[in-house]
Structures are given as structure tokens and as C-alpha cells.
């Protein structure tokens, strides 16, 4: 009896060791820019929400229904989004001694990480605006080329055309 537990023992200990020594994340199958862009839709998410959570009025049910939505949305967004910093950056992409820029590396998903906790505690865009500025200098650590998120290329898109509407080329004839 005694060795049969000592072998579910080992096995237990050998199999959790062999378990653990594997990545989080399938090979193969997450790049960057799938995970860049996936935080980048949270931001933009997180962003929606708390604007239409700081413009809601209570007026009716379905307002006050709606805002509680966006504040489960964000705390999602906000989860998800830590998820994806701790799984995809802390445990796969950043290794010690691989490169000279990790504890940077680390010092910036540390920042996201308590920023993120910040914009669950608030309905501030200022943490958000934080958040998203660390965001794009984090992104730059990895050297992506020629990497354009989709959700800034639509964000420019819209403040362009803002842009235009509110200063129109002198020179034009109406």
C-alpha cells in the first residue's frame, strides 16, 4: 500500500513538473499582432463604455440598465486585457536575458497592469488615455514593422475627418 502512494507520488510530481515546463500558449497559433490588436478592441471598448457611462442620465430603466452593462463590459475588457499581459507578455514573450530591453519590458506591463486596475476603478478617460499611451510605447518594445492596428487606423480616420470639419481648407470655394 505504502508504494502504491509513493508511486502516485511520483507520478503526480512528475507529471505536474512536465505540465508546468510547457508553454501557456499553443505554438503556432498567437502572433503579436493578433494580441495587439485584441487589446487594442479592448481599449476601444473600455473607451465607448465609459463615455456613454459618463454621459448617461438615469432617466429611465433602460438607462440605468445600459450603464450597468458597460460597467461589466469594462471590468471584462479591463480582465481580459490583463489576461492577455500576463499569459502572452509576462509568460511567453518576455524571458529573462534574452534581450537588453526586458527589465523595461517589465517595468511597462507592470505600469499597464496597475493602470488597468485604475480604469476599473473609475470612470475617468485620463487613466484610459494613460493606459493607451503606455499601451503604444509597450508595442514599440517589440520592433514591430510596418504594424498598424486597425483600431487606430479607424480612431485616426474619425479624428481626420473631425479635423476637416472643424478647420476647413481656406482655400476651397464653396
Not at 116 to 131: G, H, P, R, T, Y
Amino acid at each position: 500500500m505504502k508504494r502504491v502512494f509513493f508511486l502516485f507520488l511520483l507520478l503526480d510530481f512528475f507529471c505536474k513538473n512536465a505540465l508546468m515546463a510547457h508553454c501557456q500558449m499553443p505554438c503556432g497559433i498567437y502572433h503579436d499582432d493578433i494580441v495587439f490588436n485584441r487589446i487594442d478592441q479592448y481599449i476601444e471598448t473600455i473607451y465607448k463604455g465609459i463615455s456613454v457611462m459618463n454621459n448617461s442620465k438615469f432617466s429611465d430603466v433602460r438607462e440605468k440598465n445600459e450603464f450597468m452593462r458597460w460597467v461589466i463590459q469594462k471590468e471584462e475588457s479591463s480582465n481580459e486585457t490583463a489576461s492577455l499581459l500576463t499569459k502572452y507578455f509576462l509568460q511567453q514573450k518576455i524571458a529573462e536575458g534574452k534581450d537588453e530591453g526586458t527589465i523595461k519590458k517589465l517595468q511597462s506591463v507592470h505600469k499597464l497592469l496597475l493602470l488597468l486596475v485604475a480604469i476599473k476603478q473609475n470612470s475617468e478617460l485620463k487613466f484610459l488615455n494613460d493606459f493607451s499611451k503606455e499601451w503604444d510605447s509597450f508595442k514599440l518594445m517589440f520592433h514591430l514593422e510596418d504594424y498598424e492596428c486597425e483600431m487606430e487606423n479607424l480612431r485616426r480616420k474619425k479624428d481626420e475627418a473631425k479635423q476637416k470639419k472643424e478647420h476647413p481648407d481656406p482655400e476651397k470655394k464653396i
